[in-house]
């Protein structure tokens, strides 16, 4: 059994990205792991200041929702970040919590696997290129871990748009091969 924690970047609950996150959940824990899910909705994430003072105490001066959701992500085997993908990239949701997730940097963590699960309007291939770019960057800075998968669902431009996609089993079966 693994534990796996999966971040739902969007802020808006039961969107696709989510939608698809919940797949993956379900599949992970059909296979035996242990799964929680983090919603972004309604934390408190406040901007990095770079003041770097994370890099002395392993965790933030921030007092917000950070520290918690690290302390989770550094204890877990399998990481899965969800985000809906607007202007071709990562929500700005996720990319401001890896920002604030610096302190990690010099801290022992457990995850060896991350996944990546994206949704947009746009529908090419090519579109979550650059946020699967901007993750394998967070990756490389932790050398015993890997991008283990990512699955892109396109043409979800309205809320619930991803009901009855073939992309949903996908995640699914993903999940599942943890």
């Known amino acids: 059994m693994k534990k796996v924690i999966l971040?739902?970047?969007?802020?808006?609950?039961?969107?696709?990205s989510d939608m698809l996150a919940d797949r993956f959940a379900e599949g992970a824990v059909s296979a035996g792991n242990e799964v929680e899910k983090i919603s972004l909705a309604g934390k408190n994430i406040q901007f990095c200041k770079g003041c770097l003072a994370c890099q002395k105490l392993g965790r933030c001066v921030i007092d917000d929702d950070v520290?918690?959701?690290?302390?989770?992500v550094l204890e877990a085997d399998v990481i899965c970040w969800a985000t809906p993908i607007?202007?071709?990239?990562?929500?700005?949701?996720?990319?401001?919590?890896?920002?604030?997730?610096n302190a990690m940097y010099a801290l022992d963590y457990k995850?060896?696997?991350?996944?990546m699960l994206t949704t947009a309007a746009e529908g090419e291939q090519e579109t979550p290129a650059r946020a699967v770019e901007g993750l394998r960057g967070w990756i490389a800075c932790f050398p015993k871990s890997r991008l283990a998968g990512t699955l892109f669902c396109g043409g979800v431009d309205k809320a619930r748009a991803i009901e009855g996609n073939s992309r949903l089993q996908e995640a699914y079966e993903m999940g599942r091969g943890i």
Request: no cysteine; proline share 0%; charged share 25%.
């Open 67 to 72: 520290n918690g959701i690290m302390a989770k």
């Open 7 to 16: 971040i739902s970047t969007s802020l808006r609950r039961g969107s696709n």
């Open 111 to 115: 995850f060896r696997d991350i996944y």
């Open 86 to 101: 607007y202007y071709y990239e990562m929500s700005g949701q996720m990319k401001t919590l890896i920002d604030r997730m």
